[in-house]
């Protein structure tokens, strides 16, 4: 089955940690992005991605890194500088960018701070 | 730049009809609304799409009046299985993804 895919579904990250989370899609979309989402509230996003080796800030991107090196995969690294990582952390695809076309999510990393 | 308004919480009990508006404005003339539902811990789920008038499927239906500046999503007899979060998207003439703050619908039976 076509989808996306998260991983890990939980992470814990110490102080002055940077961690990465994996998001793998088999969909063939050019389009990914990466999403979060504290406690009651709606979606920010942070970055997203039109192509390989290309990528922009969404609204909230400082403290957060990302690469595309290959179609289906967009990591997102939250660096020491994001100083409240605590939240659940959702990817997505679209077939491009620009197309307010059906949304396809992962499941989700929930990410904490120790 | 655009900006999309939903209720943050809405009750009601099982069997109901339920809907829930969006007002937006400044959307994309020529793109979709779209509408999600989400469920603790899980990503959001596509329910409905359209661009005018009105869309039905299995689970819902959606309404949207000429002026395109809101949407109401209707969930026919709600059942208890109904309760999560609900949100519209939208696009900008930027071409950038708007998403509403998310209506929280709690089903009572």
């Known amino acids: 089955d076509g989808g996306i895919t998260q991983s890990p579904k939980y992470l814990f990250r110490k102080e002055g940690q940077n961690v990465t989370l994996s998001c793998e899609q088999n969909?063939?979309?050019?389009?990914m992005y990466w999403y979060r989402q504290d406690p009651g509230q709606g979606l920010r996003l942070i970055y997203y991605?039109?192509?390989?080796?290309?990528?922009q800030k969404g609204d909230i991107a400082e403290g957060y890194s990302v690469s595309r090196e290959k179609k289906e995969s967009f990591p997102l690294t939250v660096t020491s500088a994001q100083k409240n990582p605590t939240a659940f952390y959702l990817c997505?695809?679209?077939?491009?960018?620009?197309?307010?076309?059906?949304?396809?999510f992962g499941s989700g990393t929930q990410l904490s701070v120790l | 730049l655009a900006k999309t308004t939903q209720p943050i919480s809405m009750d009601s009990y099982e069997g109901q009809e339920v809907n829930i508006t969006c007002s937006h404005n400044?959307?994309?003339?020529?793109?979709?609304i779209t509408w999600y539902q989400q469920f603790p811990s899980q990503g959001p789920r596509f329910i409905i799409q359209?661009?005018?008038?009105?869309v039905t499927n299995e689970v819902a239906s959606l309404f949207i009046p000429a002026d395109r500046k809101s949407s109401t999503l209707s969930l026919p007899r709600v059942s208890l299985s109904d309760t999560a979060v609900y949100y519209c998207?939208?696009?900008?003439?930027?071409?950038?993804?708007?998403w509403g703050a998310g209506t929280k619908l709690i089903i009572k039976p």
């Open positions: 400044n959307i994309a003339t020529n793109d979709y």
């Open positions: 359209g661009y005018k008038t009105k």
């Open positions: 969909l063939n979309h050019d389009a």
């Open positions: 991605s039109q192509i390989v080796n290309d990528f």
């Open positions: 997505a695809s679209t077939p491009y960018l620009g197309a307010n076309e059906k949304l396809f």
């Open positions: 998207l939208v696009m900008d003439s930027n071409y950038q993804l708007i």
